[in-house]
């Protein structure tokens, strides 16, 4: 008996509720609900569950209490701007996806051929050159009745120059066939296009590919947590926050077109935030003071930080 394990009995699943029970429970844990049918119609659209992560920064630590005052609306109004901020966030990153494609396709075709992006010796690790390889193939599958896809395999018996494939690279794909390029090659095209280098470059995209992927899949991005952290430049702002901002504030760097930048993405999150500024806090999304003077100010060439000051991205 005494060599016997004692099996560990895992709590029961909560059972489902009704979304009139579900407006009880969030005012038993002291939501203010200004309008129970307006709240009924939110949570017939947006699942409970989905919703009850943005009450996080409202909780009375410890508790499943909310902090007094809290109110239902705000709640709501901070589940849009995080909607519109996500959908920014992509409409800003796009450009900058496209001019990868572009420019790996370029550099990658004129030193190795068309099809050189195939052969492991043009790669550091032939490892990851085979886990690519992979993973584009299935693109390729997924992809195979789309009209492009469909020409060069029925012409081409499946081969594909760089300039077609990379249009099924998704972005942490490009990401991935940018760190695992010769490391010169890497130095050249962080250097000619981006003013920086491959160590930072490479942190830039793994942080831009992460964003990106909460974005497209409406995962929530307020009061959200880095896992990893860009290596920022050098320049006036050199705090990392841990939150969204600082690969905004890097994304700049990426987007070449400055006055586009400043002018269509800038405004248009300038806009936002004072359309939310009533009911959203900054800091929970990283933004500091100034704000938007960092994000204005046309970028200098961003030398690489000194180590130390901040958490290193993978």
Not at 1 to 7: A, H
Not at 301 to 306: D, V
Request: charged share 25%; aromatic share 14%.
């Amino acid at each position: 008996m005494g060599n016997e394990k004692v099996l560990k009995r895992e709590p029961e699943l909560k059972p489902p509720t009704t979304f009139e029970e579900q407006i009880e429970i969030l005012k038993s844990r002291g939501l203010v609900v200004e309008n129970e049918a307006c709240a009924y119609g939110i949570l017939h659209k947006v699942n409970y569950y989905r919703l009850s992560a943005y009450l996080l920064p409202f909780q009375v630590y410890g508790s499943d209490s909310f902090r007094d005052g809290t109110r239902f609306n705000q709640i709501y109004r901070i589940y849009e701007f995080d909607q519109k901020l996500r959908n920014l966030i992509l409409y800003a990153i796009e450009p900058i996806e496209v001019l990868l494609r572009t420019q790996l396709a370029y550099y990658h075709s004129h030193k190795y051929g068309s099809e050189g992006y195939i052969n492991p010796v043009n790669f550091e690790s032939i490892r990851r050159h085979e886990r690519f390889i992979e993973e584009f193939n299935g693109a390729v599958e997924k992809n195979k009745k789309a009209l492009f896809v469909k020409h060069h395999i029925d012409k081409y018996g499946r081969r594909f120059p760089i300039w077609v494939a990379v249009e099924l690279f998704s972005f942490g794909m490009l990401s991935k066939f940018y760190a695992n390029m010769k490391i010169n090659d890497q130095k050249d095209i962080a250097k000619k296009i981006f003013k920086t280098g491959p160590k930072q470059l490479r942190s830039w995209l793994i942080c831009v590919t992460d964003l990106r992927n909460r974005c497209a899949h409406y995962m929530r991005i307020y009061f959200h947590k880095l896992v990893n952290y860009p290596r920022l430049p050098n320049g006036p702002y050199a705090l990392c926050s841990q939150r969204i901002f600082d690969i905004i504030y890097v994304m700049k760097y990426l987007f070449l077109n400055h006055d586009k930048w400043k002018n269509s993405v800038v405004r248009e999150l300038e806009a936002l935030i004072n359309e939310y500024s009533m009911d959203i806090q900054l800091r929970y999304i990283g933004f500091p003071e100034n704000w938007l003077e960092l994000l204005e100010e046309r970028p200098v060439s961003p030398r690489r930080m000194p180590q130390g000051r901040h958490k290193m991205s993978r």
